[in-house]
Nanobody, 125 residues
Framework: QVHLVESGGGSVQAGGSLRLSCANSGSTAISGCMGWFRQAPGKEREGVAGIDYDGSTYYADSVKGRFAISKDDANNVLYLQMNNLEPEDSAMYYC???????????????????WGQGTQVTVSS
């Protein structure tokens, strides 16, 4: 099946950049939508960015213009380029994958069937 593993998190200064990666090490290739979510202590998990099987991308208003989601279909890898990071971006970041295209909204947790273990992003002032 699908097994997602995130990497690339760490501690950075405000204004810095990070690139997160999500690799599928399972036996089944991802053929549908993929996305990035984040969750800070005491807060609900929120959608950050999504990408459909055809390459269409979607972003939360809070990260538009700063983050970019992309994927490498040949290698089954999902990326999140994060620029001009702010302390408010600090959270555990999770990647997720669905088995089909988006049927509703990209930010709905119900759209995704598989989840990674998360990678921590900490942004200091």
């Amino acid at each position: 099946q699908v097994h997602l593993v995130e990497s690339g998190g760490g501690s950075v200064q405000a204004g810095g950049s990070l690139r997160l990666s999500c690799a599928n090490s399972g036996s089944t290739a991802i053929s549908g939508c993929m996305g990035w979510f984040r969750q800070a202590p005491g807060k609900e998990r929120e959608g950050v960015a999504g990408i459909d099987y055809d390459g269409s991308t979607y972003y939360a208003d809070s990260v538009k213009g700063r983050f970019a989601i992309s994927k490498d279909d040949a290698n089954n890898v999902l990326y999140l380029q994060m620029n001009n990071l702010e302390p408010e971006d600090s959270a555990m970041y999770y990647c997720a994958a669905g088995m089909g295209g988006y049927g509703g909204t990209w930010s709905g947790i119900y759209e995704y069937n598989y989840w990674g273990q998360g990678t921590q992003v900490t942004v200091s002032s």
